[in-house]
């Protein structure tokens, strides 16, 4: 059987590359121009002032990560074709990587024999080519923000996470077990960095290193991942500072001003019952409701890039000025104003929690009854032409040394005349099936897998599905997290949010697939065994076929 495996292992590894070869057909009608948007120039503007000699400034309070890795990507390639190839490349060594995390999880399920094992590397190659083929996360790659490296990352520390599972609990080997536990946290820690939605994700990774820390056995087994991802997330921490990053002072207050502008119904009930406690009474307060209130009507009139919330959020952000005039108005400096989103945040929390929540499960909806284009996209072809033209308008002219200027200045060319996109029908029959029926039953699945896993835990001997069951737990509560935060502070109506989680949902999922098929066999099987014993006992014991008392 072990030989069977590993030709089993084997065949999967191929059918990996041949995915990557069908990744890049994907993404060959792409024009080699990275794709900005509203948000790029927060990330670009500190690259290109740090390849000019101005140092490297933190612009619109963007996280640093990326736009050092967009220096490093400018520096060595010399031109912004260049973040197009290595951003798809890290799409392509992402499917790769992906392969790798199922194999990896295939050796925590206790299943033998020949059709189980065909059955569960069969559910992955449906799995690994949903998200290899997504025309959607071809798209999102070549984009010049986060979301282009992040499934990368994502699947790197999912490999990582279910790995370190494997080799803390059931091997029991110290060297990987540090490794691999560094690299959870570290990686969690990048991909926070990426995109601050992964709070709560780094919290429940903290929680399985912790969690490893039990047990009776090898002091470097149990506290060894901590003290590695320790060190991983302390050199994050302290590389800003290396890298004399030079921060803009709006890093503090771009959190505050989204949750005031999604919330923004839900602070408005709290306006006549509740003042703002960080300013005076009165005026001050009443122009902060009155003026949120203003936006928040013109914000109706659009709703649809958010149905489900029922305005335009990104209006009252970016388009209304709501925040620029309340603040010239009222005189307050930016930490008065952060103070002031805060406090009608959390007396929104206070006083209209069930308007909050209504919010958050509202927005849950998404998540838990996804749209099956998050899985594969059913677009027939890539029309590019007109969106890069139009992203133009998002670059600022802005004045960098004359080598960055040139090819800057080529880059905007680029995008005032890009070139046709050849029409090209991406569209898979049998994988917008497969998607749309694991759409269907992606809560009925999960729900499933959380009441098995309750009746493997309570069990006089537990299974050897426990491990493997707690794995996969690992992966959606690492998925739950990244939603959780989502849901509370913004919402899932943008595309790009849920295509970031996408691939964690996708792997989770299959993971429960090949978890509970097999155990609900093997359990039926049992039962009938154990049945047939009981018969044939009770035959045994009263074979004239009287009353068995």
Known sequence: MNGLTRWLERFFLCLAFALVIGALAVRAPLPAIPIPDGDTWGYLRPALCWLSGLGFRQTYGRAWLYPALLTGILKITGGFAGIFYVQQLLGLASILIFCLTWTSW?????????????????????????????????????????EGILAFFEVAYLYCLVSFFRVRWRLHRTAPTILLGG??????????????????????????????????????????????????????????????????????????????????????????????????????????????AEAYRKARENPMPFPVLGFDADFIFYGSGFFSSIKQQEGWTDSQLTAACYSSY???????????????????????????????????????????????????????SPEVGRIYQSYLRMLESPPVTRSHSLRLPFLTWVAQGIAAVSLLLQVAFFLAMIAIWWLPHRPSFLLAGLTASAVLA??????????????????????????????????????????VFNTVASWRNGLGRSSRTAAQENPIGRPHI
């Open 106 to 146: 295939l050796k925590q399920l206790p299943v033998k024999g020949l059709v189980w094992r065909s059955v569960r590397f069969s559910i992955g190659a449906v799995v690994v080519s949903l998200y290899a083929l997504s025309p959607q996360q071809a798209v999102l790659q070549s984009s010049i923000r986060p």
């Open 183 to 292: 690299a959870v946290l570290g990686l969690s820690y990048v991909i926070l960095l990426l995109k601050p939605s992964w709070g709560f994700s780094l919290g429940f990774t903290l929680v399985v290193l912790i969690a490893g820390a039990f047990g009776k056995t090898d002091q470097w087994l149990r506290f060894g991942p901590l003290l590695s991802g320790g060190c991983a997330c302390l050199f994050l921490i302290t590389l800003p500072k290396i890298l004399d990053f030079q921060k803009d002072g709006q890093e503090g207050s771009f959190l505050p001003m989204t949750l005031v502008s999604i919330h923004a119904p839900q602070i408005l009930q709290t306006a006549s019952a509740r003042p703002l406690s960080t300013i005076d009474q009165g005026k001050l307060d009443q122009a902060f409701y009155t003026k949120l």
């Open 346 to 400: 959390f007396q929104a929390w206070r006083y209209e929690p069930a308007l909050m929540l209504y919010k958050i499960a509202n927005q849950t909806d998404l998540f838990l009854f996804p749209r099956f284009e998050d899985f594969y996209s059913t677009g027939k072809s890539f029309h590019l032409d007109q969106e890069l033209a139009a992203s133009r308008s998002y670059l600022l002219n802005e004045k960098f």
């Open 478 to 519: 690492s998925t739950y997290g990244n939603v959780f935060t989502l849901v509370s502070v913004h919402t899932l109506e943008i595309t790009r949010y849920r295509l970031g989680y996408a691939p964690m949902l996708l792997l989770g999922l299959g993971m429960i697939i090949s978890f509970l098929l097999p155990l």
